[in-house]
């Protein structure tokens, strides 16, 4: 049994958000605008600088996160077209700035400081993807909008888009859960092991996912559309 680790689908908010799109409230979601970005925040520990060991910056450290859980509200559909761009400015030049994370060592950073795509799927929907460990922004960011033909809605704070008696709505959810998500992934593994449920997050997921992080990077070395198959 294969299970990836994305937790952040198993939280309160996105398990409020997918029951919303099972009822149909939604419709159908036709594009995803993921953020997962840092003003500042290139870590100093670890080699999340180091492409060669780490594999890349914010979009393979962060964004991976924001994107597993869209992706999964969306349905899960198959990327077949990858745009993006990377871009370094910030991390491999020494800062006196300060920040939470001061002192890392720019002499080795070989990762981007800012990573954009847009991804377009088999069922013709499209997510947006930024993810940034410096960026020039008014704050950090960890959100997604999702935006369906009949509602839409989005992560952080939890929130449902609507068209309501002639009227459009704003509706946010009085308590969505206190589950945990680290342990609701944990409990799902298990009864997925046990034969009684699907795993939330198959193997399958991981790959799709792991397709989109590697069409970013290699679209932006070449400059082109990456096409995945």
Known sequence: ??????????????????????????????????????????????????????????????????????????????????????????????????SQWPNWDYKTYTVEDLAVGLIRFDNGATLSIESSFAAHIEKGIFNFTLMGDKGGACFDPPMIFKDEAGTMFNLSPDFVGDEVAFDEKILDFIAAVRGEKKPTAPGEHGLIVQKILEGVYKSSETGKEVRIK
């Not at 919303?20 to 605008?33: F, P, Q, S």
């Not at 003003?39 to 994107?67: A, C, E, S, T, Y």
């Open 1 to 98: 049994m294969l299970v990836i680790g994305f937790q952040f689908r198993y939280s309160s908010q996105a398990q409020m958000i997918k029951r919303a799109i099972d009822e149909g409230i939604l419709g159908n979601i036709l594009y995803a605008r993921c953020q997962a970005l840092r003003r500042r925040g290139i870590p100093n520990w670890g080699v999340f600088g180091q492409k060669k060991l780490q594999g890349g910056g914010p979009m393979i450290d962060i964004g991976v996160h924001i994107i597993e859980v869209a992706h999964y509200l969306m349905g899960s559909p198959q990327p077949v077209a990858v745009t993006g761009a990377c871009y370094t400015y910030l991390g491999d030049k020494p800062s006196q700035v300060k």
